[in-house]
C-alpha cells in the first residue's frame, strides 16, 4: 500500500520508471467536452507548474486583489502573486486541473490584458539540496546562515533547521550551483556539508582497490561512463572511490561492480564504499566531541575547585597556598592561573571562534555571552593577580574557578544536549535500519524454473531482480509477488496492526517482515526509490520545515543577545555604583570581596544564566519526535506547519467513496427497463466504462466479466467518442449505439426522458443506501444498476468520537442525494452536500474557511485534491491516488479512518508540549535572570554564583529536549483502542 501511495507521478518520470504498477479508483477532472486518453492523463498527473503572466491594467493594491483572488478560485491553484508594480502575476498549479490558458483567460475576465511570459519559466531549473551545518548554537545562528543562503541569487526558498542541523535549499540550477550554497554557509562561519541533491537520487559509491595510478582510475571512469543509463561518473584517486549517478531502469551497481573487475583482468576489486557523513556518523561525532572536550576540561578544572573551594579550608594545606612569591602573589594563585588558562584559551576556543564569526556577520549568540562572561572573570583574575605581584599590601580575590568552572558545565551541558537532541530523530533511524542487510538473488531460466541462488549485499539490489525471501526474512525491495503466498507484517512502514496476506501479483514493501510462507518478488523500487526511502526523505523534509509558531523565537532571537549584554552591564552598573555610594550596608560585601567584585559576579551571573538555546528547542525538537511518532503510528505528517493547522481544526470534510466507505464498489442488482439479453447489455455498457478510471466504473467492468468467464482479459467492443464528464459519467459510442451511463442529472442533460418507474427504483435504490447508475442507449433508459459500497468498519465510532473532540464533520460527495443522505445517517453526520463537482467541493472549504473554521479534508481520488489543497489541513487516504497524497499534508498510511482522530490528537498533544517548552524556556529566563542580578540578595544574602548560573542555563536547554522526547510515551486516544477497526486495503 505505501509502495503505492508513495510512488508519485513527478518521481515516475523523473526516473524513468516503466514498470508496471496498480492502476488507482479516480476520475480526473478536465474541461467539459474535453476528450482525454489514459496515456495522456498519467503524463498530467505530475507535479506542479508555474506559470508567469504580465498583465496590464492594474493601478492600485485593488486592482492585484481582484486578479489574486480570481486565479485562486480556479481548482487545482496551489499559489498565486500578483506584483502591481511590475503587472506581472506568478501562479503555482497542478496542470491535471487548470492549465495556463484558463489561468490567462480567468485573468482576462477580470478585467485586465494577460501575456503568458515563456522564457522565464522554461530557463528556469529548480533543483534542491540538503546541506548539513556544524556549529550552530542557538536560533541567532540558524537565522544568519538563513538569511545569508535566502539573499543568494537563484535561491528560491532556503530553511535552516536547528534541531537538525540541517538546511534545506531550493535553487536555480541554471544560477546557482551546491558548491556556491556550501562557500555562502562556510562564510557564515560554519562548517557545511553536502548531505544531497535533486540530482543524486540513484547514485552509488564504489571502493575499487587494486588501482594504482590516477590513469587507470580514469579508463574506469570512462567505461562506466559509457554504459546506457549512467549520467555521471566522478573518481577520486585519493579515497581510491568511484560515484555514479544512473538511471535505475536501465543499469545498476552489479553492471558497474562487473564493468570495473573485468577492466583490469581480475587485478581490481569493487565493493560498496563505507558508509561514512550520515546522520549517525554525525551525530556520534558530535557526542564524541563534546564528551572529549568535557573530560579534558575536569582534567584541570577540579584542581582549581579544590584549590579554591576545598583546600582553602584544610589549615596546613592552605598555610602552603598562601605561602607569598613576589609581593602579595601566592602560590595558590599561580597555580589557579596556570591550570583555568588552557580551560579557557584551548578548551574554551570554540567559544571564541563562535563569537567572532557571529559578530563577524553582524549577529549574537550564546557563544558571545559565554566569551563575555568568561573573559570577564578570568581577565579581572589576572588583573588582581599582577597587581598583587606588583603591589606590597593589595590583597587579590581572583576568579579563576568562575571561568574554567562556568566553561565545564557548558560542556556538559552541550554533551547532554546532543544525545537528548539524538534521541529526537530515532523514528528515522529505525526507518532506514528496516532494510536488511543482505538479500537472495535469484537466477530463472526460460521456463521461470530456479537456476542459482545468491547472497547479495541488499545496495547491489537492481530492478527486475527476482528476489526470494524466506519466513522470518525482511523484504529487500519493493516489488511484486510471481510465485509463493504468505503473509507479510506490514506494521512498521504502514502501522497496519495485522499480517497482510499476500499472493501471486501482490505488491510488497521493502523494509517489512515476511511472516511464515516462502515468496519470488520481482523488484520494481530499489535505493533511493522505494516506499521506505520515500516515507525516510518525507519525515525528514517534515522534521525541516518550521511551524508558524517558530517565527515567535526567531523574532525574540534577534534582540535576545544584546537585551542580555545591557542588562549584564546594567546589573553590575547598578551594584558597583551602589556599593560606591553606600547605597547599602559594608556587611553585605562578603570578606574575601569588595564591592567591585560583588558587581562583577552578579553582571557574569546575568549574561551567563540567560540562554537563547532554550527558546530556539522548543518548538523543532518537539515536532521532529511528534512527527516520528505520527510515522510510527501510520501518520505522514508533512512539517511543522501540518501539525499546528491540525490542532485547530473544528471542521472536517469528508468525501465518500473511498473514504467514509471502503472504496470497493460492487453492483448488487440490475433492472432492465426494455427487452434485451442481459449480456448484450453489460457488453455495451462495459466497453463504454472500461476508459474510465472512476471506481463505480471499474464496479460494473469487474461485474460484466461473470458473463464471460471463459475468459480472464475479456476483450470488450472498440468505444469511440470516449467522453468522460466529472461527477455525472461518461459516453461512447459503441457498435453504432449512443451509449451513456451516468447519474439522473447526465441523463436529463442529454434529454433521456425518465419514466416515473425508473424514478421509483432510483428512489429506492438510494433508500438501501445504494448508488444507481442509469443506461440509456440512443436517448432511450434502457437499464439501472444498483452499487453498494459499504461502509468502513468503525466509521460511526470516528465521527462520534470526533463530535466529543469538538469537531463538526460534513460529507461533500459527487454521488447522488439519496445515497449521500443515507450514507451520514449512518456514519451520524447532519450536514451532507451531493452531487459535487471537484470546484464544488472546493468553494465548500472555502466557505467555512470564510465563516472562521480552521477546515480539514479527506479524501482519496483525483477529483479531491483541489478541496486537499484548498483547506487548512488536507488528508489523504493512503491507498488513494498520487496527486491527492502529493496535495496533502497528512498521508492516513493505513487508510483507516481512526488515523484522523490520531492525527488531530498528536498535533494537539505536540502543541501542548510546544507550549509547555515556551513557558519553560520564558519562565526560566524571568525568573532566573532578576535572582542572578542580586534580586534575593538584600532580604536572603542569597546570590548565585556565575558558574552555578551556567550550569542553570546549561539544565534549561537539556530540560526542553528531554520535555519534547517525552512524546516518544504518546499514546492514542483510549476510545479508538476499544474499536475494532481493521484498515481496508484498496487494491
Not at 146 to 159: F, I
Not at 161 to 170: F, K, M, P, Q, W
Not at 355 to 360: F, G, M, N, T
Not at 413 to 418: Q, S
Request: charged share 20%.
Amino acid at each position: 500500500m505505501a509502495a503505492k501511495f508513495l510512488s508519485f507521478a513527478c518521481i515516475r518520470k523523473e526516473s524513468g520508471d516503466l514498470s508496471p504498477r496498480p492502476r488507482y479508483p479516480s476520475m480526473p477532472r478536465y474541461p467539459k467536452g474535453v476528450i482525454v486518453s489514459s496515456d495522456e492523463e498519467k503524463s498530467m498527473q505530475g507535479s506542479e507548474a508555474k506559470a508567469l503572466f504580465s498583465v496590464v491594467g492594474m493601478t492600485c493594491s485593488a486592482c492585484a486583489g481582484s486578479v489574486e483572488k480570481a486565479v485562486k478560485r480556479l481548482p487545482g491553484i496551489k499559489e498565486a502573486a500578483v506584483d502591481v508594480l511590475n503587472n506581472r502575476a506568478q501562479v503555482m498549479f497542478y496542470p491535471a486541473f487548470v492549465n495556463e490558458e484558463t489561468i490567462r483567460e480567468t485573468i482576462d475576465d477580470v478585467g485586465f490584458e494577460a501575456t503568458l511570459i515563456n522564457d522565464e519559466i522554461n530557463e528556469k531549473s529548480s533543483q534542491v539540496c540538503r546541506v548539513r551545518i556544524k556549529g550552530m548554537t542557538c536560533t541567532s545562528c540558524s537565522s544568519t546562515v538563513e538569511s545569508a543562503l535566502q539573499a543568494l541569487p537563484g535561491v528560491q526558498r532556503a530553511q535552516v533547521a536547528l534541531a537538525t542541523e540541517e538546511a534545506e535549499v531550493h535553487y536555480d540550477s541554471k544560477i546557482l550551483t551546491c558548491s556556491q550554497i556550501l562557500e555562502a554557509v562556510e562564510n557564515t562561519g560554519f562548517e557545511a556539508l553536502l548531505v544531497s541533491t535533486g540530482v543524486d537520487r540513484c547514485k552509488i559509491h564504489l571502493q575499487i582497490d587494486g588501482v594504482r595510478t590516477e590513469s587507470s582510475m580514469r579508463i574506469i571512469g570512462n567505461s562506466i561512463q559509457a554504459l546506457p543509463g549512467v549520467q555521471d561518473a566522478n573518481y577520486d584517486p585519493e579515497l581510491k572511490k568511484i560515484s555514479v549517478s544512473y538511471q535505475s531502469d536501465l543499469t545498476g551497481p552489479r553492471n558497474f561492480i562487473e564493468i570495473i573487475e573485468s577492466a583490469g583482468s581480475g587485478r581490481y576489486k569493487a565493493t560498496i564504499f563505507p558508509e561514512g557523513g550520515g546522520r549517525d556518523t554525525h551525530r556520534e561525532e558530535e557526542i564524541k566531541k563534546y564528551r572529549r572536550s568535557f573530560l579534558w576540561s575536569l582534567v584541570f578544572t577540579v584542581p582549581v575547585f579544590l584549590l579554591s573551594m576545598i583546600f582553602m579550608y584544610i589549615p596546613g594545606i592552605k598555610h602552603g597556598l598562601d605561602t607569598k612569591i613576589v609581593n602579595m602573589l601566592s602560590i595558590g594563585e599561580i597555580l589557579r592561573w596556570i591550570l583555568s588558562t588552557p580551560v579557557q584559551f584551548v578548551i574554551g576556543r570554540r567559544f571564541y571562534i563562535g563569537s567572532y564569526k557571529a559578530l563577524r556577520h553582524g549577529s549574537a549568540n550564546m557563544d558571545v555571552l559565554i566569551a563575555l562572561g568568561t573573559n570577564a572573570a578570568y581577565f579581572y583574575s589576572v588583573y588582581s593577580v599582577l597587581r598583587a605581584a606588583t603591589s606590597p599590601s593589595f590583597e587579590s580575590t581572583d576568579f579563576f574557578e568562575t571561568s574554567s568552572m562556568l566553561i565545564s558545565f557548558i560542556l556538559l551541558g552541550k554533551y547532554l544536549e546532543v544525545l537528548a537532541k539524538g534521541k529526537t530523530s530515532e523514528a528515522i533511524e529505525k526507518l532506514m535500519d528496516l532494510t536488511p542487510e543482505t538479500a537472495t538473488l535469484l537466477t530463472l531460466g526460460s521456463e521461470g524454473n530456479v537456476l542459482n541462488e545468491e547472497e547479495i549485499d541488499s545496495r547491489l539490489i537492481q530492478k527486475n531482480d527476482v528476489m526470494k525471501i524466506i519466513p522470518g526474512a525482511k523484504v529487500a525491495c519493493d516489488g511484486f509477488v510471481i510465485w509463493g503466498q504468505s503473509h507479510v507484517n506490514e506494521s512498521m512502514i504502514t502501522g497496519e496492526s495485522g499480517p497482510v496476506a499476500k499472493r501471486k501479483g501482490d505488491m510488497v514493501i521493502g523494509g517489512t517482515l515476511n511472516t511464515n510462507g516462502v515468496l519470488h518478488i520481482k523488484a520494481t523500487k530499489v535505493g533511493s526509490e522505494s516506499a521506505l526511502a520515500q516515507i525516510v526523505r518525507l519525515v525528514e523534509s517534515a522534521q525541516m520545515a518550521k511551524a508558524p509558531v517558530q517565527k515567535f523565537a526567531d523574532r525574540i532571537s534577534k534582540y535576545f543577545v544584546p537585551l542580555v549584554i545591557i542588562l549584564s552591564f546594567s546589573t553590575w552598573l547598578a551594584w558597583f555604583l551602589s556599593g560606591k555610594l553606600n547605597g547599602y550596608p559594608k556587611s553585605w560585601i562578603p570578606s574575601s570581596m569588595d564591592s567591585f567584585q560583588l558587581a562583577l559576579q552578579f553582571g557574569i551571573s546575568v549574561m551567563v544564566i540567560a540562554c537563547p538555546c532554550a527558546l530556539g528547542l522548543a518548538t523543532p525538537t518537539a515536532v521532529m519526535v511528534g512527527t516520528g511518532v505520527g510515522a510510527s503510528q501510520g501518520v505522514l505528517i508533512k512539517g511543522g506547519q501540518a501539525l499546528e493547522s491540525t490542532h485547530k481544526v473544528n471542521y472536517i470534510v469528508f468525501d465518500k467513496t473511498g473514504t467514509l466507505t471502503v472504496g470497493k464498489p460492487v453492483v448488487v442488482n440490475t433492472k432492465l427497463l426494455k427487452h434485451m439479453v442481459l449480456w448484450d447489455f453489460y457488453e455495451l455498457v462495459a466497453a463504454a466504462e472500461v476508459n474510465s478510471e472512476h471506481p463505480l466504473a471499474k464496479a460494473i467492468v469487474e461485474y460484466a466479466k461473470k458473463f464471460k468467464q471463459d475468459e480472464e482479459n475479456p476483450v470488450w467492443p472498440e468505444a469511440l467518442n470516449f467522453e468522460s464528464i466529472t461527477g455525472h459519467g461518461v459516453k461512447a459510442v459503441v457498435r453504432n449505439k449512443e451509449v451513456i451511463v451516468g447519474n439522473k442529472s447526465m441523463m436529463v442533460d442529454h434529454q433521456v426522458h425518465i419514466s416515473l418507474d425508473a424514478e421509483e427504483i432510483l428512489a429506492e435504490t438510494e433508500g438501501l443506501a445504494q448508488t444507481g447508475i442509469l443506461v440509456s442507449i440512443d436517448k432511450e433508459l434502457v437499464g439501472i444498476l444498483a452499487i453498494s459500497d459499504p461502509l468502513k468498519p468503525g466509521a460511526r465510532d470516528v465521527i462520534s468520537i470526533l463530535k466529543s473532540m469538538k469537531v463538526r464533520s460534513i460529507v461533500v460527495t459527487g454521488d447522488n442525494w439519496g445515497t449521500a443522505k443515507a450514507i451520514a445517517k449512518e456514519v451520524g453526520i447532519d450536514t451532507v452536500i451531493a452531487e459535487a463537482k471537484p470546484e464544488h467541493k472546493t468553494e465548500k472549504v472555502k466557505e467555512l474557511q470564510a465563516s472562521g473554521n480552521v477546515v480539514a479534508m479527506v479524501g482519496d481520488g483525483i477529483n479531491d485534491s483541489p478541496a486537499l489543497i484548498a483547506a487548512d489541513v488536507g488528508m489523504a487516504i493512503g491507498a488513494g491516488t498520487d496527486i491527492a497524497v502529493e496535495a496533502a499534508d497528512i498521508v492516513l498510511m493505513k487508510s483507516n479512518l481512526e488515523d484522523v482522530v490520531t492525527a488531530i490528537h498528536l498535533s494537539r498533544k505536540t502543541f501542548f508540549r510546544i507550549r509547555l517548552n515556551y513557558l519553560w524556556a520564558l519562565g526560566y529566563n524571568v525568573l532566573g535572570i532578576p535572582i542572578a542580578a542580586g534580586a534575593l540578595f538584600p532580604l536572603t544574602r542569597f546570590r548565585l554564583p556565575p558558574w552555578i548560573a551556567g550550569a542553570a542555563m546549561a539544565a534549561s536547554s537539556v530540560s526542553v529536549v528531554c520535555s519534547s522526547l517525552l512524546l516518544k510515551n504518546y499514546k492514542r486516544p483510549k476510545v479508538l483502542d476499544t474499536l475494532e477497526i481493521r484498515g481496508i486495503t484498496v487494491a
